[in-house]
């Protein structure tokens, strides 16, 4: 299973907690084995499905510190989501960002979010369904955590009337919850859930972006098709060139960042019958209908994020693709 940052980074603050405590990664490698993990524990892996769950019920027995999956996380920055992150930076408001989430989360992490219209308002449920209840637990207060982390620093703080249910009985640490969720907190409920009163689902972020966020959109779009695709080069270029907007890369550094030469590069997109030249074109038509339907920037700024020189060009280059001028396409899209 390919790593992504947010594991990476998750399982080196892990390793940083326990050093405080004065726990090696001996130690925990020790007393995981014992602890019937099947994988094994170093600074270059990452620990995936149930094995994960028997590294963090390890991690707070060795630390003794039940509040381990609370504090950590609040330890990761939205910067170790990558793509994902950026996009959520770039949300108009709430409930973007949730929609974002709900569509987008699976690509990056485990367990996976559901929603539900519930009382004026939205529950993002937190589906759990591997591990024992005690793992359970630690890894809800790791989520939850980390949610409200992520949300402080895009919401500027509290959320008004946002709740957060959990299924298991109080805990004897209940203290330190106030100080990490930003919401108020039950216990012993019927899943482990989010509130969100409707009113608030249109709070703004702070560092919304409406033109990054259609390129950091179209990232997350592509990593998610990219887990079903079976054009395998053809995604990976997709995604190189959408990341790279603005200033894109050409066939020989996109080659370069896929360790292959160009001719291979050439030859393996054949193979999926396509070529580089027909990628990129998709991929600024992709972009400019993303600018056009979502966006009010004129037409000369579009050209201008998709690398045109000249903005008769990227009018012509429009047409072609699809029939009518970027004017027009609007038009269509606002009818």
């Known amino acids: 299973m390919k790593t992504n940052r947010l594991q990476r980074d998750l399982f080196t603050q892990l390793?940083?907690?326990?050093?405080?405590?004065?726990?090696?990664?001996?130690?925990?490698?020790r007393q995981c084995r014992i602890n019937g993990m099947s994988a094994s524990v170093s600074s270059r892996s990452v620990i995936f499905g149930s094995d994960s769950l028997v590294l963090l019920e390890t991690a707070v027995e060795l630390a003794g510190d039940p509040s381990l999956a609370l504090r950590l996380g609040q330890r990761?920055?939205?910067n170790s989501y990558g793509a994902f992150g950026f996009a959520l930076m770039s949300c108009a408001n709430l409930r973007e960002s949730t929609e974002l989430l709900l569509r987008y989360g699976k690509v990056f992490f485990e367990p996976n979010w559901q929603s539900q219209e519930h009382d004026g308002g939205l529950l993002l449920r937190l589906n759990l369904t591997r591990g024992t209840p005690t793992q359970q637990q630690l890894v809800a207060e790791l989520c939850f955590s980390q949610l409200s982390f992520i949300g402080s620093s895009l919401y500027r703080g509290r959320i008004e009337g946002a709740q957060i249910h959990f299924t298991f009985p109080k805990p004897a640490h209940v203290n330190n919850y106030q100080s990490v969720l930003n919401a108020e907190v039950t216990f012993s409920a019927e899943c482990n859930q989010l509130f969100l009163p409707r009113q608030v689902l249109d709070t703004p972020v702070k560092t919304a972006n409406s033109s990054e966020h259609i390129v950091f959109h179209q990232q997350c779009e592509e990593m998610l098709h990219g887990l079903a695709s079976a054009q395998k080069t053809t995604a990976e270029v997709r995604q190189l060139l959408i990341q790279s907007a603005g200033d894109f890369h050409d066939i020989a550094q996109v080659a370069k960042d896929l360790n292959m030469s160009e001719r291979t590069l050439r030859r393996r997109l054949k193979s999926e019958s396509t070529s580089f030249r027909a990628t990129f074109e998709e991929v600024r038509?992709?972009?400019?209908?993303?600018?056009?339907?979502?966006t009010d920037l004129i037409v000369a700024e579009i050209a201008h994020l998709l690398d045109y020189a000249e903005t008769v060009n990227f009018r012509r280059a429009f047409v072609r693709w699809n029939g009518v001028t970027p004017i027009q396409y609007r038009q269509q899209q606002t009818a």
Do not use: M
Request: charged share 30%; glycine share 8%; proline share 4%.
């Open 15 to 29: 390793l940083s907690e326990l050093e405080k405590a004065g726990i090696s990664p001996e130690q925990l490698r």
């Open 76 to 78: 990761i920055g939205i």
């Open 285 to 294: 038509d992709l972009l400019a209908k993303e600018y056009l339907a979502k």
